[in-house]
């Protein structure tokens, strides 16, 4: 066990519709980061966390939207569904140094969009 | 921006020795991770370098040469259970942590 919680572990959806996945980082850590894995794919970087302030953005697409709380979860919104979006979503967290590269992944959420 | 190239698929038997590359381009350098990942698991974290050489633990080795941008997983008595995707992983002075493209591993019996 991680220490990271991601909920839902599975969610299945329409087109066209809005999902919010959302994620707990293990206690203490303060980056947050979310990555999209489509079949036999990589990990696309979508974007970073710290401390409650967006620290970098990867390729995400302006329909999905994230934030990260004051209590230092964080939630990743999409909307406008489609197909394609179907992937395995994961998030990780990382102590408090920005500069770590070692970071701790969640169960992932099983996004198919239908 | 950042990017890494790795193999895109590995086979070996049981007892043997594999070693799988990783090449990458980042502006800054704050170090090298791997990465291992079974089908429908999370990516779990094997090895980091942040400096020059052979970091060893247990069955597994992880070399970097920053001259190089170049970095590569080693993995000794190979065992059924080492079948997984490994992932190289960097960050560069973007502070995103990027992973490379994931390298397949296949063990035979």
């Known amino acids: 066990d991680s220490g990271v919680t991601q909920t839902p572990k599975h969610l299945i959806t329409a087109t066209g519709q809005r999902v919010t996945l959302r994620c707990s980082p293990r206690?203490?850590?303060?980056?947050v980061y979310w990555y999209q894995q489509s079949l036999d794919q990589g990990l696309q970087f979508l974007i970073q966390?710290?401390?409650?302030?967006?620290?970098a953005k990867g390729n995400i697409l302006e329909r999905f939207s994230a934030q990260q709380f004051p209590d230092l979860h964080s939630e990743l919104n999409l909307s406008s569904l489609e197909l394609g979006d179907s992937a395995l979503y994961f998030c990780?967290?990382?102590?408090?140094?920005?500069?770590?590269?070692?970071?701790?992944f969640g169960q992932g959420t099983r996004l198919t969009v239908v | 921006g950042q990017s890494l190239e790795q193999p895109s698929e590995v086979t070996a038997v049981e007892g043997a020795i594999v070693q799988i590359n990783c090449t990458y381009q980042?502006?800054?350098?704050?170090?090298l991770s791997w990465y291992q990942q079974h089908d429908g698991g999370a990516p779990t974290f094997l090895s980091y370098?942040?400096?020059?050489g052979l970091e060893e633990t247990g069955r597994f080795s992880s070399f970097l040469s920053r001259s190089d941008s170049y970095g590569y997983l080693l993995l000794q008595e190979l065992q059924m259970k080492d079948s997984a995707s490994y992932f190289c992983?960097?960050?560069?002075?973007?502070?995103?942590?990027?992973f490379g493209t994931g390298t397949r591993l296949q063990v035979f019996p």
């Open positions: 992983a960097v960050r560069g002075n973007t502070d995103k942590l990027i």
């Open positions: 990780a967290s990382s102590v408090d140094q920005v500069r770590d590269t070692e970071a701790f």
């Open positions: 980042t502006s800054g350098f704050y170090g």
């Open positions: 206690s203490g850590d303060l980056s």
């Open positions: 966390y710290y401390n409650g302030e967006e620290r």
């Open positions: 370098n942040a400096l020059d």
